[in-house]
């Protein structure tokens, strides 16, 4: 069992994530992941002989990378703490606790992001290719059909209720990172699979359940149990590429990129609140975008010759 932080620590971390609840509607997830990552430093502080938030300088900030890193945090993981101290110190300067933040001072390690590949149109088909009477394999299409026709994340997924499903408009009212809702549109096979999937869904029914994919039990599915079921189904029908629900979604993004070329409509449609989000998401290249700039933009349409 870990010794408690002292309460000059404790108090400020309960009272950030109060405000990230109450302030800036984060979730309860990210909340978690605050309270977890400033105990872990706070921690360290106490090791290192620092009495308080208040005695933290660059210094300090420093020996909390420098020891992160002899731990063998990876780069992203180091960063994310990073990044929740900065948060977490902006948040003091607010409160008039510090005169400014120690942690802007100190760079972020080089976050070497992995992209998943996504599948080719061929492949999806190929995944997707599922024609079973059984419940679950119902149910597991219309889970993936979904992914891939929304673009939706697992965690969405995972979240949605019957009453979310408007299916005669077409459209499932989603709610994503920091509680914000937004309404997706989805037809064609998605909104066919979901709707024979509500057919057969009370043959798994044990009792009342407001969820609209729910396991053998009965229970609302865990997203352990949507990533192993999908895992297998790659196998199944034959795909070489390890089937993810991560990857379902950046297929969407990639596809839907590649036929329209309208980012903002990919952007909204993910939930991302920064275009360039959307962009690393999308691995646009360069050549791409240089190819659309010279066919849109007024100033880059060649002269005709004299």
């Known amino acids: 069992m870990s010794t408690p932080i002292p309460n ?46 208040q005695q933290l300088d660059i210094a300090w900030v420093r ?8 731990e063998g945090l990876k780069p992203n993981s180091l960063a994310t703490r990073l990044s929740c101290l900065r948060s977490f110190l902006d948040y003091l300067v607010l409160k008039g606790e510090l005169s400014a933040n120690p942690a802007k001072g100190v760079s972020t390690p080089r976050n070497h992001k992995r992209l998943p590949k996504n599948l080719d149109v061929d492949e999806t088909g190929q995944l997707l290719d599922i024609n079973m009477d059984d419940p ?22 995972i979240q949605l209720n019957v009453k979310n499903v ?8 989603v709610i994503g990172k920091g509680d914000k809702e937004r309404i997706v549109p989805f037809s064609g096979e998605a909104k066919r699979w979901v709707l024979d999937w509500l057919k057969v869904r009370p043959l798994l029914l044990k009792e009342e359940q407001e969820a609209l994919f729910i396991s053998k039990r009965g229970t609302r599915i865990s997203h352990r149990n949507v990533q192993k079921r999908m895992s297998e189904w790659g196998i199944k029908q034959g ?12 297929s969407f993004a990639t596809h839907i990129l590649e036929s329209s070329g309208n980012l903002r409509a990919v952007q909204e449609m993910l939930g991302h609140e920064s275009l360039s989000t959307t962009q690393v998401y999308t691995h646009l ?18 002269k005709p010759e004299s």
């Open 8 to 53: 000059t620590y404790q108090i400020w971390i309960d009272a950030f994530v109060a405000y990230l609840k109450s302030e800036k509607g984060m979730s309860e997830h990210t909340q978690s992941n605050y309270q977890k990552q400033l105990t872990i430093i706070a921690t360290q502080l106490v090791s290192f002989g620092v009495q308080n938030w």
């Open 63 to 70: 020996q909390i990378a420098a020891k992160g890193a002899r």
């Open 136 to 157: 679950l394999a119902i149910r597991d299409r219309a889970i993936m059909e979904l992914l891939y026709g929304t673009g939706m994340r697992l965690s969405e997924l």
């Open 166 to 173: 408007q299916g005669d408009r077409g459209e499932i009212r």
């Open 239 to 250: 795909v070489t590429s390890h089937i993810t629900p991560h990857k379902l979604r950046h």
């Open 285 to 302: 290249d360069f050549q791409h975008l240089a190819q659309a700039y010279d066919k849109a933009h007024p100033r880059a349409k060649k």
